[in-house]
């Protein structure tokens, strides 16, 4: 069965950073890409950063442009998001989504048809 499991997740005060991790498990995440997603209270889900299969191309929305750096280790089954210099407005339930083969940017996209997780909790406060 498919799984994608996010951690890392927690409360960090403004200028501070998180790594966010993205566990797979029953499928071989060499052939997935993978998109990172962030919902805060009240807003719709937005696209953060995404990765292809094979690590070769990623995207970032301008929000996080030079602060957030996406990666993927496919012998550890797991994708990474390094989160420097938070804000505020970062603070949301992170997700991770994996579609097979899919393009990036297009894995930017929101998209009921992929694969989620259940998502970790990222609180940016003094």
């Known amino acids: 069965q498919l799984q994608l499991v996010e951690s890392g997740g927690g409360l960090v005060q403004p200028g501070g950073s998180l790594r966010l991790s993205c566990a797979a498990s029953g499928f071989t995440l060499e052939y997935y890409s993978i998109g990172w997603f962030r919902q805060a209270p009240g807003k719709e889900r937005e696209g953060v950063s995404c990765i292809s299969s094979g690590g070769g191309s990623t995207h970032y929305a301008d929000s996080v442009k030079g602060r957030f750096t996406v990666s993927r280790d496919n012998a550890k089954s797991t994708v990474y998001l390094q989160m420097n210099s938070l804000k505020p407005e970062d603070t949301a339930v992170y997700y991770c989504?994996?579609?097979?083969?899919?393009?990036?940017?297009?894995?930017?996209?929101?998209?009921?048809?992929?694969?989620w997780g259940q998502g970790t909790q990222v609180t940016v406060a003094s």
């Open positions: 989504a994996a579609q097979y083969l899919a393009a990036v940017p297009a894995m930017c996209v929101m998209s009921p048809s992929y694969y």
